[in-house]
């Protein structure tokens, strides 16, 4: 079993950055995607952006791309989302997740922590 914790939510203006983090324990998650997904009120949870196990490959929602960056500390068992440039639409509770190694980064994760809220102020 994987324990997925989220923190550094937060308020926010418009413009404004914030860097969330998430904390996996459990066992090490040396072999497993780690992604970011968020959903805002009365919408759909959706992709946000994931990283490979290597931290090689990092894949982005167009909504999101050159404003935020997905990186982890593998020794740390931990994955971060910088979020720069964060807009009113970004508004939403965040959610990070984990699945085995796999072809496909945008769905399908095992794993989910309980979510961290972000408001972005107009």
């Known amino acids: 079993q994987v324990q997925l914790v989220e923190s550094g939510g937060g308020l926010v203006q418009a413009g404004g950055s914030l860097r969330l983090s998430c904390a996996a324990s459990g066992r090490r998650l040396s072999s497993d995607i780690m992604g970011w997904f968020r959903q805002a009120p009365g919408k759909e949870r959706e992709f946000v952006a994931a990283i490979s196990w290597s931290g090689t490959r990092l894949v982005y929602a167009d909504s999101v791309k050159g404003r935020f960056t997905i990186s982890r500390d593998s020794a740390k068992n931990t994955v971060y989302l910088q979020m720069n440039s964060l807009k009113p639409e970004d508004t939403a509770i965040y959610y990070c997740?984990?699945?085995?190694?796999?072809?496909?980064?945008?769905?399908?994760?095992?794993?989910w922590g309980q979510g961290t809220q972000v408001t972005v102020s107009s």
């Open positions: 997740a984990a699945k085995y190694i796999s072809a496909n980064y945008y769905s399908g994760y095992d794993y």
